[in-house]
């Protein structure tokens, strides 16, 4: 059972647009949500996270929307760059848990 | 500073075989966690620990054994290979299991034959 569901599987961008990445979950205990960024043979690398205390959290070009009542939160790349073509992978825990539980990853391309 | 290091890279085994994919960090992390990633499925946790001793379980955790021994090394064993273990397997560190950033190896690559 996929505690985070993540949205689109693949995504095909133009370079400058905006790329979207949808996760939604079910367990409203859930207080942590980070995306993490993962280009080819490397390992994941965190990206941005948030707390569900906020509603946006914006880190340069990369932009976290929360809405808590939805149950969802999503990825915003503004300006997307060849560079970020990479698999994202949203995720969630719960303070004070010892894992984290991961999306099933979104593969991002940014056309030039 | 070399953070998370798996060995090896890739590996091809086959059917009934055992091996250990070793996992090396030395930035003092008390929390380690080992995933493995397939196509469509995300990443999922196979074990976890919180400290040297302490090992327990994570969402796949069949077919594999773990261990800590020291604060540096998580080792992760195959006791007896199945096709159905051909995967990427990261292995990850962090200060805390949550709210602080993983940081994850490069992964070894497992084909089971």
């Known amino acids: 059972q996929q505690q985070v569901k993540q949205s689109p599987q693949s995504l095909i961008v133009q370079k400058g647009g905006i790329s979207i990445i949808n996760c939604a979950y079910e367990n409203t205990a859930f207080d942590y949500f980070p995306w993490y960024q993962q280009f080819p043979g490397k390992g994941p690398a965190l990206l941005i996270a948030?707390?569900?205390?906020?509603s946006e959290k914006k880190e340069g070009r990369f932009t976290i929307s929360f809405n808590k009542s939805a149950k969802q939160f999503s990825l915003h790349i503004m300006d997307s760059q060849p560079g970020d073509s990479a698999t994202y992978f949203c995720a969630a825990s719960i303070q004070g848990a010892q894992k984290l539980v991961f999306g099933q990853g979104t593969r991002l391309t940014i056309n030039p | 500073n070399a953070g998370v290091t798996q060995t090896p890279k890739f590996q091809v085994l086959k059917t009934g075989q055992s091996m250990t994919l070793q996992c090396a960090q030395d930035m003092n992390h008390e929390y380690m966690s080992w995933y493995r990633q397939d196509p469509g499925m995300g990443l999922r946790l196979i074990h976890y620990s919180v400290g040297a001793g302490i090992t327990d379980q994570g969402e796949v955790p069949n077919g594999y054994n773990v261990s800590r021994s020291t604060t540096e090394d998580f080792p992760l064993r195959l006791l007896s290979a199945a096709p159905s273990q051909t995967s990427v397997y990261f292995c990850?560190?962090?200060?805390?299991?949550?709210?602080?950033?993983?940081?994850f190896g490069d992964g070894t690559r497992l084909s089971i034959l």
């Open positions: 990850a560190s962090s200060y805390r299991p949550v709210g602080q950033p993983q940081h």
């Open positions: 948030i707390r569900p205390d906020v």
